[in-house]
């Protein structure tokens, strides 16, 4: 009797059927449900016992929309199939960054069967499995990502976010900029929103850091 569900999410070039078949010849308990994307995983049918194992190609060449899609989910545990462990790193990475590791596993697709086996059974008890190499690793900090947002601010926008950068706040930026704190909050919460940040203070971080880079590259 299938008392475990497992979305895979992707088109099989990671989760291929030779793992399928290891699934089904090990794993009484589990049924296997393919859902092209990320999307449809969401609006798949939920289940009480589940986890959504998401093939690495599903999740490029834009991950940080993936894991936005994912956020939708929160309840849903998320295991990542890889073979290309400096992208499984980077991804790792931007996990940690939103302090969001506890719902996510990754399940290398390269080692030993018997190791693989193993990795997913601990993942259908409801444990997690974090594989030291992306733990170990540090991958390269992604510069470049982050300038093309700050492009598209508008000149008050911008004006506004250096100015908090030097640590004024709202009620001073207005007034230097002879507008109503009022507008100051609304220019700000555009900003952020553009940014793809979270908060004031995450803003004014990446805009520091940017500014860093140009003069340090």
Same mark, same amino acid.
């Given at each position: 009797?299938? %008392? /475990?569900?497992?979305?895979?999410? +992707?088109?099989? $070039?990671? /989760?291929?059927?030779?793992?399928?078949?290891?699934?089904?010849?090990?794993?009484?308990?589990?049924?296997?449900?393919?859902? +092209?994307?990320?999307?449809?995983?969401?609006?798949?049918?939920?289940?009480?016992?589940?986890? &959504? $194992?998401?093939?690495?190609?599903?999740? =490029?060449?834009?991950?940080?929309?993936?894991? %936005?899609? $994912? *956020?939708? =989910?929160?309840?849903?545990?998320?295991?990542?199939?890889?073979? *290309?462990?400096?992208?499984?790193?980077?991804?790792?990475?931007?996990?940690?960054?939103?302090? *969001?590791?506890?719902?996510?596993? /990754?399940?290398?697709?390269?080692?030993?069967?018997? &190791? =693989?086996?193993?990795?997913?059974? !601990? $993942?259908?008890?409801?444990?997690?499995?974090? #594989?030291?190499? !992306?733990?170990?690793?540090?991958?390269?900090?992604? @510069?470049?990502? /982050?300038?093309?947002?700050?492009?598209?601010?508008? #000149?008050?926008?911008?004006?506004?976010?250096?100015?908090?950068?030097?640590?004024?706040?709202?009620?001073?930026?207005?007034? *230097? !900029?002879?507008?109503?704190?009022? %507008?100051v909050k609304l220019h700000m919460h555009h900003l952020?929103? @553009?940014?793809?940040?979270?908060?004031? %203070?995450?803003?004014?971080?990446?805009?520091?850091?940017?500014?860093?880079?140009?003069?340090? #590259?």
């Amino acid at each position: 009797m299938c %008392t /475990f569900q497992i979305k895979v999410v +992707g088109q099989g $070039l990671t /989760f291929t059927s030779s793992y399928r078949a290891i699934v089904e010849a090990e794993f009484a308990e589990v049924a296997i449900v393919d859902c +092209g994307s990320l999307a449809e995983a969401a609006a798949a049918e939920p289940v009480q016992r589940g986890l &959504c $194992l998401v093939e690495e190609e599903a999740l =490029w060449p834009e991950p940080d929309k993936a894991l %936005t899609e $994912l *956020d939708k =989910w929160p309840d849903q545990r998320v295991a990542v199939a890889y073979t *290309d462990a400096r992208r499984a790193a980077a991804l790792f990475a931007e996990v940690q960054r939103r302090h *969001d590791v506890g719902r996510f596993s /990754f399940l290398p697709m390269d080692v030993r069967l018997d &190791c =693989w086996v193993a990795i997913l059974r !601990l $993942l259908t008890l409801g444990h997690g499995y974090i #594989p030291a190499e !992306l733990v170990m690793s540090r991958p390269a900090p992604r @510069k470049q990502t /982050f300038a093309p947002r700050l492009s598209s601010l508008t #000149p008050r926008e911008s004006e506004i976010l250096h100015l908090a950068s030097e640590g004024k706040q709202n009620k001073v930026i207005a007034f *230097d !900029l002879g507008v109503s704190e009022h %507008t100051v909050k609304l220019h700000m919460h555009h900003l952020i929103q @553009k940014l793809g940040v979270r908060n004031r %203070t995450e803003a004014v971080g990446r805009y520091l850091q940017t500014a860093n880079d140009s003069v340090h #590259p």
